[in-house]
């Protein structure tokens, strides 16, 4: 799959150094596949949960959330946001 846009990794690990490590794990396993629908996400990420249109990841043992939109007939992973648990609990990233 591909991911749009990875600059936003990149920001939030420069934010939380801690972060970078699992969001770096994520990618390259997002990357590595093809998931045809939601049956084969969650095959791979047991943790990922569907809230609406998006999908959030649970990232790093559950510190970080990874807020998305997949593409799944184009490959296509849209990262809306990537967001602490505590900054996730407050839902301000919800539609």
Same mark, same amino acid.
């Not at 093809?34 to 049956?39: D, F, G, K």
């Given at each position: ?7 936003? #990794?990149? =920001?939030? =690990? $420069?934010?939380?150094?801690? =972060?970078? &490590?699992? #969001?770096?794990? +994520?990618? @390259?396993?997002?990357?590595?596949? @093809?998931? $045809?629908? +939601?049956?084969?996400?969650? $095959? ?5 949960? @569907? %809230?609406?249109?998006? %999908? ?8 970080? @959330? #990874? ?9 296509? %992973? ?13 839902? &301000? +990233?919800?539609?």
């Amino acid at each position: 799959m591909k991911i749009i846009s990875n600059s936003a #990794l990149r =920001a939030f =690990a $420069a934010e939380h150094p801690q =972060a970078d &490590a699992p #969001l770096k794990g +994520w990618r @390259r396993v997002v990357e590595k596949n @093809r998931y $045809a629908n +939601w049956s084969d996400l969650k $095959a791979s990420f047991n943790s990922v949960d @569907r %809230v609406g249109d998006l %999908v959030v990841f649970d990232i790093g043992g559950n510190k970080y @959330r #990874l807020i998305s939109y997949i593409r799944f007939e184009k490959q296509i %992973v849209y990262i809306k946001a990537v967001l602490t648990h505590q900054e996730y609990d407050k839902g &301000a +990233w919800k539609p």
